[in-house]
């Protein structure tokens, strides 16, 4: 099955500076990649994917790239807000015949210093 | 707002009883996915239906777990005799069976077994 791993699991940085995570995936059939934002006692919120046959995406202060060769993904949030405190996941399905579900990385608590 | 619901929204239970959560996916949507998160994880894959058919089990789901989505709607997923090893969030996420499998989740139904 799909194996997703995410680092870093906590970021810490200062108002308006950017944060970076990135996710390594293990299967090569997989071709669309989610990332979540988590407050606490919410569920998860889809905040930007990406399909296989692009290599960047982006809206307004994020932006995700994908390298299918090397078989990773990041997630860019520029400038960023206090509001953009919180626990991010990245996801990845297994190919189209398991069902799409979702293999999620641990996650990465991000905490922006105002 | 049309969004998945989930209810309750928190549960506690005495070890060895039974308990039941419901799942409203967003109207139109015909995939359904039940998934369980622990406390500093990423959420887990469960089960999942497409309509009214459930296609797909995890390993996860031992024979105390059972879910049902009749007439391909509303779903809900019971635990029958409760250990605390079930304490988790159980997320439900809902999406249209397309190309693009974007996955909508809900706020989650906390359950502490004491």
């Known amino acids: 099955g799909e194996n997703v791993e995410q680092h870093p699991s906590t970021l810490s940085v200062q108002e308006g500076d950017s944060a970076v995570i990135k996710c390594t995936y293990s299967?090569?059939?997989?071709?669309?990649f989610p990332w979540y934002k988590q407050e606490l006692g919410k569920g998860p919120q889809l905040i930007i994917d990406?399909?296989?046959?692009?290599g960047e995406k982006k809206d307004q202060r994020i932006a995700v790239t994908l390298n299918k060769t090397a078989k990773h993904f990041s997630l860019h949030i520029t400038e960023t807000q206090p509001e953009d405190s919180a626990v991010y996941f990245c996801?990845?399905?297994?190919?189209?015949?398991?069902?799409?579900?979702?293999?999620f990385g641990g996650g990465t608590r991000v905490l922006v210093k105002p | 707002d049309t969004g998945v619901s989930q209810d309750p929204r928190h549960k506690i239970t005495k070890r060895g009883q039974n308990v039941t959560f419901r799942c409203d996916p967003i109207?139109?949507?015909?995939?359904l996915y039940w998934y369980r998160q622990t406390l500093g994880q990423g959420p887990e894959f469960l089960t999942y239906?497409?309509?009214?058919?459930?296609?797909?089990k995890s390993r996860l789901l031992s024979d105390r777990f059972s879910a049902e989505r009749p007439k391909g709607s509303f779903s809900t997923l019971e635990i029958q005799r409760t250990e605390q090893g079930d304490s988790a969030m159980y997320l439900c996420?809902?999406?249209?069976?397309?190309?693009?499998?974007?996955?909508?989740f809900g706020p989650g139904t906390r359950l502490t077994v004491t």
């Open positions: 996420a809902s999406s249209l069976a397309a190309s693009w499998d974007e996955q909508y």
């Open positions: 299967d090569s059939a997989s071709n669309y």
């Open positions: 990406i399909r296989s046959n692009v």
């Open positions: 996801a990845a399905p297994p190919s189209k015949a398991a069902g799409n579900k979702l293999t």
């Open positions: 109207s139109e949507h015909n995939r």
């Open positions: 239906f497409q309509n009214e058919a459930q296609l797909e």
